[in-house]
């Protein structure tokens, strides 16, 4: 019996809480629970929202993936952090208080005669100058890392320069410092794989979503059209972007989406195939149901298991992507914080090795982690996993 | 001493996340000496396939647990907790098991020869060319015809009856002392069904086995067994010589599941009502592309040339067997089956001819004739609660003014199919097959439609709900004077609900009249047939 291949997701959860029919007085039939069988409360959340136990359980199995688990959590906090990286590693203080008020240099600009400077520019915190000015009539926060991703700092020695009291991972070789740059860096790599990930999702389950449901024609049509599209030159086409315009975040974006969609169309149309042909499908176009909403509302819903197990995966992909491209050059603008850049001064310093052991820890550690979150997410869709 | 002694078997699966483990069997105990067939009877979820694997030990251990009483004495040797290596020359050598889905028991990728020799070349070392010979014997004793030919076949390439048989052969190759058989026949047709009874009946004979039958189709017990065991809930509640039993039942169990055939017949319709829905010689044809250019080689002929007629507040039974196109029928008549055959014929509902009406103009009359499906777990959707799957029809219709409206009316038809209301909020997986069944009825009553295809609903169903399920038909179709057209292989239910019976084969419609006429007095041989199979389990040849 427990050879057969797994059945339906429902079916099986249908078949393991079965319940006994009951007429009561009024002849309507409730579900008497079988004794020693625990059915789950009718009122099962998560986040705000009900779940059914089929949720529940693959909650459950991820959370059993100790591993996967607590890479969730880690990633979650450093990518939290690395959000407020402005202020964290930067060249404005966090928070100036000069001659009894309070100044935030953080998040707005104030001219240096404010804190009884000369010149009525922009206060460069940097400046002894002025941080002696400030010291004197009050005191200054500074941010952990007191370097934002383009200062200069004044390390001793020729740049790159090695790890230091004031530069924990050194400079790069524009004597910038790497622990900055780092913290930016993960940042745009994280919110470019994300945003790639999101808008490649969603173009890829509506083709695979049509290509599916309808079949035929369309079906040969579109599969044919993905052919011919996969085997166009993604590099070359980036190389000659690079020439007609200055590639910044949304340009890499857009090109990158438009060869990355196709990833989740296969897996989406396989599960199109398969449940147009379900009964409850059927059911719904007897009930005079449109094509669209029985896509949203019934298919969708099912398809979407298999695309989750595919996301961490595709997020590790295209965060690889533009780490790529910034290696080779033709990413993200010259002086924008990027790990692959990072990667590539340490190719050409090898004399100054914190360059590349850094870019190379802190991507193995960032894509392990994902890729660790995504085993866990497959194995909590598993249809034949059961924790005990 | 017996041949299989089975002493206080319990099994139990163990809980997940803390939730208590399931007692599937309690404490069952039988016996069975050899030539003897029992039988295990009991509806679905009462234990009785567990008990079964348990014999060969083929549980999911250690999900699946014994408790240390539990003892299976085979010819005096203990098989619960035995080794592996002993187990493994019991299977297949001593005990043979059959199950119940030919085709996923069958390897697809392996050809029948090399299925049924591998038992052949483990147990008795047979050489190739002696494995090859024995091979066709037993082909030739499970009644498959063109053995010789068939030798290099695929599963795929057989009939469900046929791929029956090569698993008894597979059972029978090295003449074991008991065979198992896991609900044989409940996937197959009626006619196949009585042949390899008739056939199963035959092998114990000759070859001095004993069979241990595991069903829950009262009529293949009273026609196979000696001796029975009830069982439900885990437990046997009764045991006893077959006779006994059926005569005098002791335990109030026993008693309900004997009188819980579908029963009664429908109040005489009104000859003077309106024809609901006609069809004039309805086609189906699916073409077959071959070649390059993917040219119309030929046609498959689902429904060729069936012409009926439904009045309002009757119902029209069509049966035959799989593969006769009853389904295609019924889907074909409201236009559902548009994308995938070639239609001809006309279809007319209340006047209307809607054969050759664009899907868009249908929509409004879609509220009028609605279907329920066979399967209560995939037809409905898994992730959309009770209320919602129920509400989809006022939604698209535009039926109720107001939310309040909706949901008053949802729970008034949650309350007419013999539902709880207050369980509208629940997904489909937390109910019965039964409850399911009357959700699909209520998602199809609450358009107060004028006509129902009912496909197959009750076929996936224990025996007591369905009677259940028909009688609810029975009442709703009174009360709203509701056409159906009642799809069944089935002829016990048919015979239950249908004032009129169309017998389909191979596409076309062999027989029709009144159930009365049709079931007590057919005319058509392959009608008989059906009838001496369906009510005697007698396998006749056609």
């Known amino acids: ?388 | 001493m017996s041949l299989l002694e089975v002493r206080d078997l319990s099994v139990t699966f163990g809980g997940w996340r803390g939730a208590p483990p399931v007692e599937a069997v309690k404490r069952a105990s039988f016996t069975l000496d050899r030539g003897e067939t029992l039988a295990l009877v009991g509806e679905s979820g009462s234990g009785k396939s567990v008990t079964a694997l348990s014999i060969l030990q083929l549980l999911p251990y250690p999900a699946a647990a014994h408790t240390p009483e539990s003892s299976i004495r085979f010819a005096g040797e203990e098989l619960v907790g035995a080794a592996p290596a002993r187990l493994r020359e019991m299977r297949g050598n001593r005990i043979a098991m059959v199950f119940q889905e030919p085709m996923t028991s069958l390897n697809p990728l392996h050809t029948l020869e090399k299925q049924v020799a591998e038992t052949l070349l483990i147990h008795k070392h047979m050489s190739a060319a002696a494995a090859r010979t024995r091979t066709l014997e037993l082909l030739h004793l499970v009644g498959l015809r063109d053995a010789e030919g068939r030798l290099g076949a695929y599963p795929h390439q057989l009939s469900g009856g046929q791929r029956q048989r090569v698993m008894i052969a597979m059972a029978i190759a090295n003449e074991p002392d008991i065979l198992i058989a896991d609900e044989p026949t409940t996937a197959l047709d009626v006619t196949i069904q009585a042949q390899i009874l008739q056939l199963m009946r035959d092998l114990k004979d000759r070859l001095g086995m004993a069979l241990l039958l595991i069903t829950h189709d009262l009529s293949i017990v009273r026609h196979m067994a000696g001796r029975v065991c009830v069982m439900t809930q885990g437990e046997i509640v009764e045991q006893g010589p077959t006779e006994a039993i059926f005569a005098q039942p002791q335990h109030a169990y026993t008693r309900r599941l004997l009188a819980a055939e579908p029963k009664g017949r429908v109040p005489p319709a009104d000859p003077t009502a309106p024809v609901l829905v006609e069809g004039d010689k309805i086609k189906v044809w699916f073409p077959i592309r071959r070649g390059l250019f993917r040219r119309i080689k030929g046609y498959v002929k689902a429904v060729d040339g069936v012409s009926l007629q439904v009045r309002a507040g009757a119902t029209l039974g069509v049966v035959g067997e799989s593969g006769s196109g009853k389904t295609t029928l019924g889907l074909a008549l409201l236009r559902l089956l548009d994308a995938q055959g070639e239609m001809g014929g006309g279809i007319r509902f209340a006047g209307h001819d809607i054969a050759h009406e664009r899907q868009r103009r249908l929509r409004p009359l879609r509220r009028q004739m609605q279907v329920v499906f066979q399967d209560p777990y995939s037809s409905l959707s898994p992730r959309l609660s009770i209320a919602q799957i129920v509400g989809e029809g006022l939604r698209v219709h535009s039926l109720t003014a107001s939310e309040a409206e909706r949901r008053r009316l949802i729970e008034e038809t949650l309350a007419e199919v013999g539902l709880d209301p207050a369980s509208a909020e629940r997904y489909p997986h937390e109910f019965s097959g039964g409850q399911r069944q009357r959700v699909a009825i209520a998602r199809a009553l609450v358009l107060k439609p004028r006509f129902l295809v009912l496909d197959e609903p009750t076929s996936a169903l224990d025996m007591s709900v369905q009677a259940q399920i028909v009688d609810l038909l029975r009442e709703l179709q009174a009360r709203y004077g509701l056409a159906y057209l009642f799809i069944s292989h089935d002829l016990k239910v048919v015979r239950a609900l249908s004032h009129e019976i169309l017998v389909m084969k191979d596409g076309e419609i062999v027989e029709a009249g009144s159930t009365e006429r049709v079931m007590t007095a057919p005319e058509h041989p392959y009608t008989r047939a059906l009838m001496a199979a369906a009510f005697e389990l007698a396998a006749v040849p056609t």
Not at chain 1, 206 to 221: S, T
Not at chain 1, 319 to 337: H, R
Not at chain 1, 368 to 386: C, N, Q, T, W, Y
């Open chain 1, 1 to 388: 019996m427990n050879d057969l291949p797994p059945p339906d997701e429902a079916k099986a959860e249908a078949k393991a809480t079965t319940a006994v029919e009951r007429k009561d007085a009024a002849g309507i039939v409730t579900t008497a629970r079988i004794p020693g069988q625990v059915l789950p409360p009718a009122g099962d959340t998560f986040l705000g929202r009900r779940i059914t136990p089929l949720t529940r359980r693959r909650l459950d199995n991820f959370r059993a993936n100790r591993r996967g688990f607590w890479s969730l959590w880690v990633f979650l906090v450093l990518f939290v952090v690395s959000l407020f990286a402005e202020f964290i590693a930067n060249d404005r203080p966090l928070l100036v208080r000069y001659e009894g008020s309070f100044y935030i240099p953080v998040l707005h600009d104030y001219p240096e005669t404010a804190f009884g400077g000369f010149l009525p520019s922009r206060a460069d915190y940097r400046d002894p100058a002025i941080t002696q000015l400030i010291n004197e009539k009050g005191w200054i926060v500074w941010p952990l890392i007191p370097f934002s991703y383009r200062t200069i700092t004044d390390a001793p020695g020729p740049f790159p320069a090695a790890p230091s009291g004031t530069d924990w991972l050194g400079t790069d070789d524009q004597g910038r410092d790497v622990l900055a740059r780092l913290i930016y860096g993960f940042r745009i790599s994280v919110l470019f794989g994300l945003a790639l990930t999101l808008f490649s999702s969603l173009i890829g389950v509506a083709a695979g979503a049509v290509q599916g449901y309808f079949g035929g024609l369309v079906d040969l049509g579109f599969q044919r059209f993905i052919e011919i599209w996969e085997g166009l030159p993604v590099l070359y086409l980036l190389i000659i972007l690079a020439t007609i315009v200055e590639p910044n975040f949304w340009w890499l974006l857009g090109l990158m989406l438009l060869f990355s969609w196709t990833g989740l169309v296969a897996v989406v149309r396989a599960e199109f195939l398969r449940a147009r042909n379900f009964d409850y499908i059927r059911a719904a176009r007897a009930l005079g149901v449109s094509d669209g909403v029985i896509i949203f509302r019934h298919v969708l819903p099912n398809a979407t298991v298999a695309t989750l197990t595919f996301l961490p995966f595709i997020l590790n992909g295209s965060i690889t992507t533009l780490t790529s491209l910034d290696f080779l050059g033709f990413g993200l603008p010259p002086g924008s914080a990027s790990l692959g850049e990072l990667l590539a001064q340490g190719k050409t310093n090898l004399q100054a090795p914190w360059l590349g052991i850094t870019a190379f820890l802190v991507l193995a550690v960032m894509l392990s982690l994902l890729i660790f979150i995504g085993e866990a997410v497959r194995d909590a869709f598993d249809p034949r996993k059961v924790v005990r």
